[in-house]
C-alpha cells in the first residue's frame, strides 16, 4: 500500500534550520507532485509549499517564501523541504501530501497523506 514518511522535525531555536524528508512507496512518486502543509496547535491546515512531479515548478506560502525550499529526488522516491531562519510562528506538524493533477492548496483535493512530523521553534 501506499506509504508517506515524514521524518526531521524536531526542537531548534529561532534563527535555525531544519530540513525534512518525505520518503514515498507504494506508488510511482515521480508522477506525483508533492505538497507539504502544516498544522499549528488550535489552528486549521495550512498550505506550505508544492513542488511539480519533476521538480521544475515550486510554490510557496508568503509566510515562508524566502525561507524554506522544497525540493525532490525522484530516483529516490523522496522530497525534501529545508527550512532555515525559522522563526516560533512556524512550530505545527508538517505533512508532506501527494497530488496527481494539477496546482492546487485545497487539502481536500490531495491523493495521499503522510502522519506528520513535529517541528518546534523556540524562542
Known amino acids: 500500500q501506499v506509504q508517506l514518511v515524514e521524518s526531521g522535525g524536531g526542537l531548534v531555536q529561532a534563527g535555525g534550520s531544519l530540513s525534512l524528508s518525505c520518503a514515498a512507496s507504494?506508488?510511482?512518486?515521480?508522477?506525483?507532485?508533492t505538497y507539504w502543509f502544516r498544522q499549528a496547535p488550535g489552528k486549521d491546515r495550512e498550505f506550505v509549499s508544492r513542488?511539480?512531479?519533476?521538480?521544475?515548478?515550486?510554490l510557496y506560502a508568503d509566510s515562508v517564501k524566502g525561507r524554506f525550499t522544497v525540493s525532490r529526488n525522484n530516483a529516490k522516491n523522496t522530497a525534501y523541504l529545508q527550512m532555515n531562519s525559522l522563526k516560533p510562528e512556524d512550530t505545527a506538524v508538517y505533512y508532506c501530501?501527494?497530488?496527481?493533477?494539477?496546482?492546487?492548496?485545497?487539502?481536500?483535493?490531495?491523493?495521499?497523506w503522510g502522519k506528520g512530523t513535529l517541528v518546534t521553534v523556540s524562542s
Open positions: 513542488i511539480n512531479w519533476t521538480g521544475s515548478n515550486t
Open positions: 507504494g506508488l510511482t512518486f515521480s508522477r506525483y507532485a
Open positions: 501530501a501527494l497530488r496527481l493533477g494539477g496546482i492546487t492548496t485545497n487539502i481536500d483535493e490531495m491523493n495521499y
